[in-house]
Structures are given as structure tokens and as C-alpha cells.
């Protein structure tokens, strides 16, 4: 009996430093994966997710890799993302400045995602969400320099609600007007035919990710004109109006 | 001359015979990657996607099991077609006998078994021993890590789906994966990435705990002791019990959930051993006495 408990006890004991040596080096090799998985988190602005994608941590949990979106994409836009890449193994992007999303109105994508890291509630394509084009540099922008390019703006699929023309005196000359093209967020897509479509040697126009582009205001702020407006009169009586200083060349 | 292994079974039986479930399985594996690339290559859609999912003849949609679970572990609640897929590979492999998948269709099978074909032929000596429970605890870690980072983190690297999914998509540096597997089981440790660390296989063995296709010693007295079937099995430790179990009361079902069903023992046995069969098939074989039976388990529990 007494040398059954020894074999017993030097059993447990094999059995506790086997689970030690296996649970150290699987720790080892876990903590070095936690750490790639979180730079995967980072995905490069530059790749955009197909339409209905979830936020990137949940697309992250969701998404099966399977490359069924790819493989519906009609305009072969879409590519699974190969180890080396700065984006999670295996997931699906497109980059808008080679190849644009083209919204299509029955979102093939979508319908042949499996698992839901494309939201199956998206029907309507105009109220996908993939990011946000920004005229991100003012210096280039052929209308910034009093030209009338607008191919941005005609390239726009909600042209007119995602992207105006706003008309502005040129100050160059106060003579001409420049006709800037602005981005409205409650109305892009993000789907990047403008930052395809740019004509500059590196695009102006960019599509970014959202939570890259998107201020947002302080929730104290008011808008006095819309406050106004929504009062029918003035929400301070008594202020008298100061005078108008307009410049010389407009009077 | 020393005598090779598999050359009895070759000379009683012939050597397509002794080369069936070989031959089988590589055209399995080479047929099912063949109707996945017969979209991407040919433009003929039989089956769309990859082994993490796929959709055949644009009705039956098949999930891998392991990557869902780790999606459900990560907080994601998966839409009902990809549960379905699950769950019919989930069943198919229950009966089929969960490590089928590895020998049957796994794409880094054709690379370990290159890695311990070359082992043999360049005579590399033993190695690192790692323990098989090891790929349990990879298992354990990797769904722990799916809760943790809230992410399918085992799916950035694992060498599975880098290499099928790498096949039909372009693979980028995802070969130096394959590369390092490779190099694994040849010069670091014997058949080490399937059966001591690929938690895919773990998966799969937990699945087939209770399947009923097995491989059983069904003529198990006209062992010759050859040690053939030990020398080509990824598992050797599985046969034994069901080979030599005869006279402690073990039947002659291989029940071992470790065991991939490659068939490769049936082929290279010259007295027609082995054979599929159930593992209902346990039951028929007379069994000892039940004080013996006791008995053979106190000495298994001894030796492990």
C-alpha cells in the first residue's frame, strides 16, 4: 500500500508538472498572439471594409475568413487581406483609390456573408457606411485653385447630397468664384468613386475611416440660428443688432 | 538488406493494394481542393469559399465548427446559415470520425507528411519530445484568447487556412508558415504539428469521442508482429490496445479519438489485420472475465 501512494504521489506530481510545462509554453505563445491580434485591431486607413461591415473589433469576432463576399463582388473589387499585410489575416478590403465600391442596389456582398460581420440589415446601399470621403488637401484640389474640375463631384453616386458645389469668391482675384466640393457625412457612403476618380497624381479626396474624419461638437453647443428658428423669434430680447461690415468689392 | 516497411504487404498483396487508403486519401484531399479551385480557375462555381466556410452548388453551406465556436467565444452571435454549415460538419465528422478531417482533407496533412517522409528517408534522430496533450492546452488557449481579445485571433496564423485559403485567394508570406511546419516536423520533432500542436486536430479529436466509424483489428490473432502498422501510424500509440488487447479483455475497436482513420495500417499490413469497421463492433468480441479486465486497466493506468 505504502508504495502504491508513492507511485500515486509521483504520478500526481508527473501529471502537475506536465500541466506546468504545457500551460507555461502555451502562455508564451498566447501572449505573443494577444499582442499580434491587437495590432491587427489597427487596420490601415487606407483599406476599406465591404458595405454593412461591423465595427472593427466585432468584425473582427465575426468575420469567418471565407472570402464569400469576395467571390460575389460583381466588379471584383473586394481581396482577403495575406499574412504580411497590416490587416487582419484573411479578412475582406477594398481600396478605394484602385478600385472603388460600385453600390450595388441588391448588395451581393452582403447577402453572401454567412455569418453576419456584414450586417444582412443593410438593404438600402446608400445607407452603408464604409467611411467618410474628406477633401483632405485644400492645396491641390484642382477647384480649391479656381479651376472647375468637379469630377469628384460628378463622380459621386449621391452627387448633390453627398457632395456640393459650394460657390466662393476666389481670393486670389476677387473677380472669379471658386466652386468647393464638400463632403456631407449624413450622406457618404464612403464607397470612394471620388478618391478613384481624382485626377491628381495622389488623390485630394480620400475616403477614411469615420471615427478619422468626424468631429463632433461639444453637447452644450447650440446652433443660435436653429435654436432661433425653432423658437419662431429671438431666444434673447433686446439685443440690437450691431453694424454690417461687409468689404468694399461687395458693397 | 534490411527489410523496408510496407514491403511484406506489397509482396502478399500487391502494390496498388498496399497503397489503396493511401491513394484514397490523397485524391480526396486533392479532389477537394481541386472543387474549390474549379471556380477561381475554370469558372465553373461547384463549390465557393474555403474551408472556414463554403457554399456548395450555391445550396449546401458548410462551416468549420472550430472557427465559429471561436467567433461565439469572441461575443458574436452568428447569422443562422453559418451555424447551419457548422452544424452539418459538426455531424458529418461525428460520424465520419472527427480526425478524418486531418487525414481526409486537411491541406497541411500533404506538408507533415512530406516533412516525415523526408524525416525517414534522411534518418533524423528523435528530437524535442512534446506532449500530445500540448494541442489541448493550444486549444484552451486559443479560445481563451477569442474571449480575451474579442477577436478570431487563432485564425491570423493558423496554417490551415493560410495555406487552403492561401491556394484559392493568394497565400502573400504565409508560405514562411507553411515553411516553419514543415521544418518543424522534419528537423525539431517527429510528427509534431499534427499530433502535438495543431489545436484544429484537438478540436476534431473531441468531436470523434464517441464516433462510430473506426478502424478495428478485426484479425487481430494473425498479427505477426512486424511493427509495420506502429512504424506508418501518426498515432502509433493508438494501436496498440486494440491490436494486443486480446488477452486483458480489450476489444478490437481502435476507439482512440487521436486516431486520423487514414487507413495507412490496413494498407501496410500483410495479414490483412486491420479493416474499417464500428465501433459497435467492440461488443461482439468475447471479453474476459471481469476481474482480468480490471486488472488490464491497472496495469494501462501503471504504464501511462
Known amino acids: 500500500?505504502?508504495?502504491?501512494?508513492?507511485?500515486?504521489?509521483?504520478?500526481?506530481?508527473?501529471?502537475?508538472?506536465?500541466?506546468?510545462?504545457?500551460?507555461?509554453?502555451?502562455?508564451?505563445?498566447?501572449?505573443?498572439?494577444?499582442?499580434?491580434?491587437?495590432?491587427?485591431?489597427?487596420?490601415?486607413?487606407?483599406?476599406?471594409?465591404?458595405?454593412?461591415?461591423?465595427?472593427?473589433?466585432?468584425?473582427?469576432?465575426?468575420?469567418?475568413?471565407?472570402?464569400?463576399?469576395?467571390?460575389?463582388?460583381?466588379?471584383?473589387?473586394?481581396?482577403?487581406?495575406?499574412?504580411?499585410?497590416?490587416?487582419?489575416?484573411?479578412?475582406?478590403?477594398?481600396?478605394?483609390?484602385?478600385?472603388?465600391?460600385?453600390?450595388?442596389?441588391?448588395?451581393?456582398?452582403?447577402?453572401?456573408?454567412?455569418?453576419?460581420?456584414?450586417?444582412?440589415?443593410?438593404?438600402?446601399?446608400?445607407?452603408?457606411?464604409?467611411g467618410l470621403a474628406v477633401l483632405a488637401d485644400h492645396e491641390t484640389c484642382l477647384n480649391f485653385l479656381g479651376l472647375r474640375c468637379e469630377v469628384c463631384y460628378r463622380a459621386c453616386p449621391l452627387s448633390d447630397k453627398a457632395i456640393t458645389l459650394e460657390q466662393q469668391q476666389n481670393p486670389r482675384s476677387s473677380a472669379y468664384a471658386t466652386f468647393i466640393p464638400t463632403v456631407h457625412s449624413d450622406q457618404c457612403t464612403g464607397c470612394g468613386k471620388c478618391e478613384h476618380a481624382c485626377v491628381l497624381e495622389t488623390a485630394a479626396i480620400r475616403v477614411l475611416p469615420r471615427h478619422l474624419t468626424k468631429g463632433e461638437l461639444g453637447e452644450h453647443?447650440?446652433?443660435?440660428?436653429?435654436?432661433?428658428?425653432?423658437?419662431?423669434?429671438?431666444?434673447?430680447?433686446?439685443?440690437?443688432?450691431?453694424?454690417?461690415?461687409?468689404?468694399?468689392?461687395?458693397? | 538488406m534490411k527489410r523496408g516497411v510496407g514491403s511484406d504487404a506489397i509482396r502478399v498483396k500487391g502494390w496498388l493494394a498496399a497503397h489503396r487508403w493511401l491513394l484514397a486519401r490523397r485524391a480526396t484531399q486533392l479532389t477537394v481542393l481541386a472543387l474549390f479551385l474549379a471556380g477561381p480557375w475554370l469558372g465553373y462555381w461547384i463549390v465557393k469559399g474555403n474551408l472556414n466556410f463554403s457554399l456548395t452548388l450555391g445550396v449546401l453551406p458548410l462551416a468549420d465548427p472550430y472557427v465559429l465556436l471561436q467567433s461565439l467565444v469572441a461575443g458574436h452571435r452568428p447569422e443562422r446559415k453559418a451555424l447551419v454549415g457548422a452544424a452539418v460538419i459538426l455531424f458529418a465528422y461525428f460520424v465520419a470520425g472527427g480526425r478524418t478531417y486531418c487525414a481526409w482533407v486537411c491541406p497541411v496533412n500533404a506538408v507533415t507528411d512530406a516533412a516525415h517522409w523526408l524525416r525517414a528517408r534522411l534518418g533524423v534522430p528523435g528530437g524535442v519530445i512534446i506532449p500530445r496533450s500540448t494541442r489541448y492546452w493550444i486549444l484552451a488557449m486559443t479560445l481563451a484568447l477569442a474571449w480575451i481579445t474579442g477577436s478570431i485571433a487563432w485564425e491570423l496564423v493558423n496554417p490551415i487556412s493560410i495555406l487552403h485559403r492561401g491556394i484559392i485567394f493568394g497565400i502573400g508570406v504565409g508560405w514562411a508558415v507553411i515553411v516553419a511546419v514543415f521544418l518543424l516536423d522534419l528537423f525539431v520533432a517527429e510528427r509534431a504539428w499534427c499530433g502535438r500542436l495543431c489545436p484544429v486536430g484537438a478540436f476534431y479529436s473531441a468531436v470523434a469521442t464517441f464516433s462510430p466509424l473506426r478502424i478495428v483489428a478485426v484479425r487481430r490473432e494473425q498479427c505477426n508482429d512486424c511493427a509495420d502498422c506502429y512504424t506508418v501510424c501518426p498515432e502509433p500509440l493508438v494501436i496498440r490496445p486494440a491490436l494486443k488487447g486480446a488477452d486483458d479483455g480489450i476489444g478490437p475497436v481502435i476507439l482512440s479519438p487521436h486516431c486520423t482513420n487514414c487507413g495507412r495500417c490496413i494498407d501496410v499490413c500483410s495479414r490483412h489485420v486491420f479493416a474499417f469497421g464500428s465501433r459497435f463492433s467492440n461488443h461482439r468480441q468475447p471479453l474476459a472475465d471481469a476481474a482480468q479486465h480490471v486488472a488490464a486497466r491497472k496495469v494501462t493506468a501503471v504504464e501511462l
Request: glycine share 12%; net charge positive; charged share 20%.
Open chain 1, 1 to 130: 500500500m505504502v508504495g502504491n501512494g508513492k507511485t500515486r504521489a509521483a504520478t500526481r506530481r508527473q501529471f502537475l508538472l506536465d500541466a506546468a510545462r504545457n500551460a507555461g509554453g502555451v502562455t508564451l505563445v498566447g501572449v505573443g498572439l494577444a499582442f499580434h491580434a491587437g495590432q491587427a485591431r489597427a487596420l490601415p486607413p487606407e483599406a476599406i471594409r465591404p458595405p454593412g461591415a461591423r465595427a472593427e473589433p466585432g468584425f473582427l469576432a465575426a468575420c469567418l475568413r471565407c472570402g464569400m463576399c469576395v467571390r460575389d463582388c460583381p466588379y471584383q473589387i473586394l481581396n482577403l487581406a495575406k499574412l504580411g499585410q497590416t490587416i487582419a489575416t484573411g479578412t475582406p478590403y477594398f481600396v478605394a483609390r484602385t478600385g472603388p465600391c460600385e453600390m450595388c442596389v441588391d448588395i451581393p456582398c452582403v447577402k453572401a456573408c454567412p455569418s453576419g460581420a456584414l450586417d444582412p440589415d443593410l438593404t438600402d446601399i446608400n445607407r452603408a457606411r464604409m
Open chain 1, 221 to 251: 453647443y447650440r446652433l443660435g440660428w436653429e435654436e432661433q428658428k425653432r423658437a419662431g423669434k429671438p431666444l434673447i430680447e433686446g439685443v440690437t443688432g450691431l453694424p454690417d461690415r461687409m468689404p468694399e468689392a461687395t458693397r
